[in-house]
């Protein structure tokens, strides 16, 4: 541990404790480039306690300095819940480095997956060779990966270089939608397909929503800074759980009709009800005889019609992506790392399907047989045809493919 490394109790366990505690969250706030601090929140049984939690009571624990050593101890620290704490410290990292599109990765990216998805530095050590002293120094962050080592590490991990080199891409969720059902939230009421907004954050306020709860990952492919998300939240809806990206323009673009779109629109009466003025849809726009309309998305809706303009914006979706589908499991890592096998597979098969599509060409040739009158044979007639063309051979390069593999590739 560094001088500068502090590890306090804020609200701390009783002294005698004798029920085992388990981390339950964490709080994470970037205050600088070299200064975080993680609060770790864990809870404990507790015949004496009183509250909504039943009897559990909570404690406190905050690590607080260097962001390259303060991971590796909190990851270090965690039976269960790594994941968790990854995804809140890359969504902590994301909201401190908003200011510019494209940021270098640090260590926690290396370090998570020599350390995750079934790899381990042991493993790793043997896929690439590197030397014990290199890789601790590239796990701490004392020591920078290269392209061509972030290449090399890359294929050894089943991961992107990319993933290596620059930190990932984070929007804010701040709203959802209901294309089914009326919501009621406090003194307001959301219409079908009306976005409902997520209750404001302040930023870096301990526990106040935690930061993982706003930002969400974004394809790397349509990144933008003005990029908005919401989510669809339709039990029943074939587009229920999913994430809708959309960027965010100030202009009506009426060439979007028949898209999918998130739109506003400005209501001034509501404000003398104390309410706000301003009202965002999500849906397929419309226009006609000059009229813009906001149609339901969601085929089997009672309410066809979401909302009729004008407009005051009309922004396009670009991507509709289900909640999790970009997370990376153990299927994916598997996938990456028998890449080599699955495409040598592809490449077997397609080179047999060509050579039996140019041998039963010839053979029907040499029979003069038309396709037309293959529908006439008899199925004795099939026989003797088929072991005319010993497809059989043709196809023993495809047999020795693994099943596995095979599966894989169709």
């Not at 770790?40 to 406190?60: E, M, V, W």
């Not at 043997?126 to 962050?141: A, H, I, P, Q, S």
């Not at 039963?360 to 088929?386: A, G, H, P, S, V």
């Amino acid at each position: 541990m560094s001088d500068k490394l502090q590890i306090k109790w804020i609200v701390p366990p009783p002294k005698n404790l004798d029920a085992a505690m388990e981390v339950i969250d964490f709080n994470i706030i970037f205050h600088k480039d070299t200064d975080v601090e993680v609060t770790t929140i864990f809870h404990y049984k507790d015949p004496k306690a009183k509250s909504i939690l039943g009897q559990f009571s909570r404690a406190k624990r905050t690590t607080r300095g260097n962001p390259k050593e303060v991971f590796s101890i909190i990851n270090k620290s965690l039976n269960a819940k790594k994941d968790d704490f990854y995804n809140k410290w890359l969504a902590a990292k994301a909201l401190f480095n908003k200011r510019s599109p494209f940021n270098l990765s640090n260590n926690e990216t290396l370090y998570n997956y020599v350390n995750n998805y079934g790899m381990t530095p042991k493993k790793f050590k043997v896929k690439t060779g590197v030397d014990d002293t290199v890789l601790f120094r590239e796990l701490k962050g004392q020591r920078k990966l290269s392209l061509d080592k972030a290449v090399k590490y890359a294929k050894a991990l089943g991961c992107d270089p990319v993933d290596l080199l620059f930190e990932k891409q984070h929007c804010k969720l701040w709203g959802s939608v209901d294309l089914f059902n009326m919501t009621e939230a406090g003194n307001d009421n959301f219409w079908q397909g009306q976005i409902m907004p997520a209750p404001m954050v302040e930023e870096g306020k301990p526990e106040k929503g935690l930061l993982s709860d706003q930002l969400i990952p974004v394809p790397r492919d349509i990144y933008r800074p003005e990029m908005k998300a919401i989510l669809i939240n339709s039990l029943g809806s074939y587009l229920h759980n999913h994430y809708v990206f959309y960027y965010r323009k100030d202009t009506a673009d009426t060439s979007l009709e028949n898209k999918l779109v998130v739109v506003g629109r400005d209501i001034p009466e509501l404000e003398e009800l104390g309410m706000d003025t301003m009202q965002y849809f999500f849906g397929i726009l419309k226009i006609e005889k000059g009229k813009q309309k906001l149609i339901n998305p969601e085929p089997t809706a009672d309410k066809k019609e979401l909302a009729t303009g004008p407009f005051n914006f009309i922004a396009p979706v670009v991507s509709v992506i289900k909640r999790g589908a970009m997370r990376k499991d153990y299927d994916y890592f598997e996938s990456i790392e028998q890449a080599e096998q699955i495409k040598e597979a592809e490449a077997k098969i397609f080179e047999a399907q060509l050579k039996a599509q140019k041998e039963i060409e010839k053979q029907l040739e040499k029979l003069q047989i038309d396709i037309k009158k293959m529908t006439e044979l008899t199925e004795k007639d099939k026989e003797k045809l088929k072991g005319k063309l010993d497809l059989q051979k043709i196809f023993k390069t495809v047999d020795q493919i693994p099943d596995y593999i095979r599966k894989k590739v169709g």
